[in-house]
C-alpha cells in the first residue's frame, strides 16, 4: 500500500521523526529514513530509535502521531486511480497486505476514495508475522481461496518481494515507492497494468 498506492513519504518520516524527539533523538533525514523503511537488512528499531526492539512507548507515540495526522499529507501515485478502475473493470480481486495496521490502511483507502476496488484488507497486526515473511499473503490467498498460481503481488520493497517469493506467488516490483528496483522494476502504470493482464 504504502509506496505503491500511496505516497505516504511525508506522513512516514514525520511519524518516526516525532518518535525520535520524544525519546531524545535528533530528527533523521528524510531520505535516510526513506531509503530504509523496507530495508529487511537491519533492525528497524536499532537504525530509527537505537534500541534492540520497539517498546509499547515507541508505538504509543506512533500511533498518536500518525492518528491524527495520517491523511492530512497521502495522496495517490500518478496512474494508480486509472490502474485500480482498469484492473476492477477486468473483474480483478484485488487486496492489500500492508505491514501498516488494518485500522490506518483502511482509513487511507477510505479517505483516498479506492477502498472499494478492495474487497480485502489485512495489516500487520491481523497476523503474527507481517512481510518479509509470507504468513500476510498465505493468509490472504486462504480466506478469499485463491490458488498461488493464480495471483501476483504488486509491491515496492524487497520485503514485497521476499514475502511473494516464501508464499510462491509472482511479484511484480514499482519504482515509484520508496526503493528503486532499476529494470526489475515497473516505473510507470501502464506497463504495470500490460504486465498484470498478460
Known amino acids: 500500500m504504502d509506496g505503491t498506492l500511496i505516497n505516504s513519504s511525508t506522513i512516514i518520516s514525520d511519524t518516526i521523526n516525532y518518535v525520535r524527539t520524544n525519546i531524545g ?76 495496521s488494518n485500522e490506518f490502511a483502511r482509513k487511507a483507502i477510505s479517505h483516498l476514495e ?12 491481523d497476523v503474527i508475522e507481517a512481510k518479509p515473511e509470507p504468513e500476510m499473503i498465505l493468509k490472504t490467498l486462504d480466506d478469499l481461496n485463491f490458488a498461488d498460481t493464480n495471483s501476483v503481488l504488486v509491491g515496492d520493497s524487497h520485503k514485497d518481494l521476499f514475502a511473494a517469493q516464501s508464499a510462491n506467488i509472482k511479484c511484480h516490483l514499482v519504482n515509484w515507492g520508496f526503493s528503486d528496483h532499476k529494470d526489475q522494476g515497473f516505473d510507470n502504470t501502464i506497463d504495470l497494468y ?3 493482464v498478460s
Not at 491523511?71 to 486509472?82: A, D, R, T
Request: proline share 3%.
Open 25 to 100: 533523538l535528533s530528527q533523521m533525514d528524510q531520505k535516510t529514513l526513506l531509503e530504509n523503511i523496507n530495508n529487511p537488512h537491519i533492525n528497524p528499531a536499532e537504525f530509527f530509535y537505537e534500541t534492540s526492539s520497539f517498546t509499547p512507548r515507541h508505538s504509543q507515540l506512533f500511533e498518536e502521531y500518525y492518528d491524527a495526522n495520517c491523511i492530512n499529507s497521502i495522496y495517490l501515485y500518478e496512474g494508480i486511480k486509472e490502474l485500480l478502475e482498469k484492473l476492477s473493470k477486468d473483474n480483478f480481486t484485488m487486496s492489500i497486505a500492508t505491514n501498516a
Open 114 to 125: 479506492i477502498d472499494h476496488h478492495f474487497s480485502y484488507v489485512l495489516g500487520y497486526d
Open 194 to 196: 500490460n504486465s498484470i
